[in-house]
């Protein structure tokens, strides 16, 4: 079986932001992304102090390395001031890499 | 805490394969598996440019790696064709090692 | 891009047990946890060779890795003996290291 390493990143965040990822994501150059319904707690923004157990998606995208860190920073500079997100990058090896 | 190394083998595939996939992942010698309902986009089996944002699910089977493999190939040759299907595998430490 | 390694924790367990596994979380001190709804198969509790197909919960952490072994070593001694429960650790990269 052939493998390919590359990195899978999480994006977990407030289900309101769910377009706004996906225009993010298409624009870095993802080939594809998977979306869960998820609920959760956690600090809410670095402007805020408060937490929320609110409506949450878990969006998944398998890309390089580079485009991680394009979806990130971009994420990072438009939304961690006011919107509650975790970002977290894993290594994965992927079966099928004439998808990506 | 006792920790065994093993593989995660995560499918992202269309809703409508979730019977086949738990075959094959009975079949192949798998302890267990979880699914997760999901959406997103991505191409198409390799026989189409397409794009669909349709219903998905998300298998995942903890297992040694020479099942993952089996599981792998034996979908490949099944599935790989027709349908839309990501396949990727993570290390991933097991904390009740017994049960796999 | 500035990445700090943690350790992704996932509980897969029945969904009776939500609101036991949130307290084992928030007392062990993890700075926040998301829960998606997920179904499967595998086998149910130490005491039983039954197995079942029932709603499970798939809830995960990121935390550091003595948190992970607090929260683990917790979960088992209550609940391996009687539900049904997997527990895995994967090494990931966080992107937002300030929020745990």
């Known amino acids: 079986m052939e493998i390919t390493e590359v990195k899978l990143l999480t994006i977990i965040a407030e289900a309101v ?7 993010v994501v298409e624009e870095k150059g993802a080939g594809g992304y998977t979306i869960t319904d998820a609920r959760g ?20 995208v398998i890309c390089t390395s580079d485009v991680a860190d394009d ?3 971009c994420l990072r500079e438009r939304y961690y ?11 994965v090896g992927v079966l099928r890499p004439d998808k990506f």
């Open 17 to 23: 932001l769910e377009p706004q990822l996906i225009e």
């Open 41 to 60: 707690s956690g600090s809410r923004g670095v402007r805020s102090a408060g937490w929320t157990h609110n409506g949450n998606i878990r969006l998944e």
């Open 71 to 73: 979806i990130a920073a």
């Open 81 to 91: 001031a006011d919107y509650a997100m975790v970002l977290f990058v894993t290594d």
